[in-house]
């Protein structure tokens, strides 16, 4: 990669070991004499801040060093701009990072880095909010809270798999207006997921079909359950499965709307994106990402 480039760590990710990642990282690219530097985070809002402020300062590539929600946070500050993503993923599920075939390994991770192929790829965008992977609403998104809300005793998948089994005790659905390309739909949901990417928590194939350089986004809509019923589908979510199961759809669409008769909290790349009703389209190469090069 040349030019100058910023490692924004967030020090709490992977347990802790986010700024240990940041400077191994830095360490093997200035071995090389590339220009790096490492500023952490210590609030929400920061990652955001500090990628905006170095798209200004002329640098080539910010790096996010963390999990999917220092991702969503730097992809904020750099959409639409010339100014590079780079993943060195240490966070609770990297779905992004996966997406992009980023290894985990800080080596690895590096060598993507300095090998500087960059390419163009999908983000979705929910009201004034950039996405990276799936935007959810409903029962995952209701998950996802409780994970941000640090109502859960795990990490990762098993994080997502505790806060399933809390919340299938309390959760009645919700009724939703949904419309795009597909025309409109109007049905009560167990979840609608909205798909720029394949996986969310941590490898879970909720949009199996979804890629960030198709130009569109793929929804699944599973319709209201029984908690018995939920349980036997669930398990093949992990491979894509699902999509065959009588109450479960998927679209795709350019863009859509969401309309609910109560305010809805909405969620994407793990991180609170604000409310229904909602606008979500497709933004088509709005983000230039450094990943590796692909293969012969």
Partial sequence: M???????????????????????????????????????TSARGEAEAFAAEAVHAGYACVA?????????EVVNGLAGTDVALGILPCGRGNDFARAMQIPSAPEKAASVLLQGHVRPFDLGRVNDRYFATVVTLGFDSEVARLVYEGQVPFKGTAAYLWGLARMLRVYRGVALRMTGDFGTIDQ??????????????????????????????????????????ILRVFPRVYWGGHLTHPDVFSYRTGSLSMETERPVVLFADGEPVGETPAEIIAAPGALRVACPVPQA
Avoid: F, Q, W
């Fill in 2 to 40: 040349t030019g100058k480039t910023l490692i924004v760590a967030n020090p709490t990710s992977g347990s802790g070991r986010g700024l240990r990642y940041a400077e191994r990282v830095r360490d093997l690219l200035t071995a090389k004499l590339a220009d790096v530097e490492i500023r952490p």
């Fill in 64 to 72: 996010a060093c963390g999990g999917d929600g220092t991702v969503h």
């Fill in 188 to 229: 009560t949901v167990l979840l609608a997921a909205t798909g720029n990417t394949s996986t969310y928590g941590g490898g879970i194939r909720i949009a199996p079909n979804a890629s960030p350089a198709d130009g569109a986004l793929d929804i699944c809509l599973v319709r209201m359950m029984s908690a018995g019923r």
